[in-house]
């Protein structure tokens, strides 16, 4: 059976897991003389050295149980390469804490992206694999099945709290401004994510986390301003906002 062509996301992935593999590589051989091969690697692992490379190249789609082997092996965490990974690996974890099918509902994905950044382009807008999550745990964020939403996040604005490539749990019922939390929201046709803050006339400050205010620099949101809408507050993202 042929295999599926990796999507960009997929590829960006790679990209990270590659320079992270290498560091790794170079850090071991420096401290114990002789750096592993992929051969050695792949063994660790259970896999052969052809599916490794063509993970680490881009070229074969990371499944959850390689992102979890391989990051326990390099020392790293999997939210360092493959935020979606890691999302969907900590979905699953809440949805297998109970064995009643009741206790799990379904968060819909979709193939919109919220820039941390500059913007990010609205594009059309569809369902991507849903994410499982206890019910328990979404009704304790505040959030419901129908009101929840997964996005991705492209930029850096936000670093260190949210990477770039990042996917989050939005509420889009909670739309009412809480001064300092996190929300996605469309700007002169553009999604973005900031911390909002609300001033005195009425007006909103939009905020990027990194310190950087020269790449990025804060946002001033006119009061009634028609080319702006809250799409919800981001709640969760592999841990709680």
Not at 20 to 45: N, Y
Not at 52 to 63: F, I, T
Request: charged share 25%.
């Amino acid at each position: 059976m042929p295999t599926r062509p990796t999507t960009p996301e997929q590829k960006q992935d790679a990209k990270r897991l590659e320079a992270l593999f290498q560091e790794w590589l170079k850090a071991t051989g420096d401290r114990t003389g002789a750096r592993p091969t992929q051969e050695s690697v792949a063994a660790a692992i259970g896999i052969s050295q052809s599916a490794l490379s063509q993970r680490l190249r881009g070229k074969m789609a990371m499944s959850r149980d390689f992102a979890t082997a391989i990051a326990k092996l390099i020392g790293c965490e999997v939210p360092d390469f493959s935020p979606t990974l890691a999302a969907e690996i900590a979905g699953l974890a809440e949805g297998l804490k109970s064995t009643d099918p009741d206790e799990f509902a379904q968060v819909r994905r979709v193939d919109v992206s919220v820039s941390a950044g500059h913007g990010a382009l609205v594009v059309e807008e569809y369902s991507k694999s849903a994410l499982t999550f206890r019910r328990s745990f979404l009704q304790e964020i505040g959030v419901t099945p129908s009101s929840a939403v997964i996005v991705t996040v492209k930029g850096r604005s936000m670093e260190p709290t949210i990477r770039d490539g990042a996917v989050l749990l939005v509420s889009t019922s909670a739309k009412t401004v809480i001064n300092g939390e996190v929300y996605a929201f469309r700007g002169d046709g553009q999604l973005y994510v900031k911390r909002l803050h609300r001033q005195s006339d009425a007006s909103l400050l939009a905020i990027s986390d990194n310190p950087d205010r020269e790449a990025y620099p804060d946002m001033h949101i006119a009061a009634y301003d028609q080319d702006f809408e809250i799409i919800g507050r981001a709640l969760w993202m592999g841990a709680r906002l």
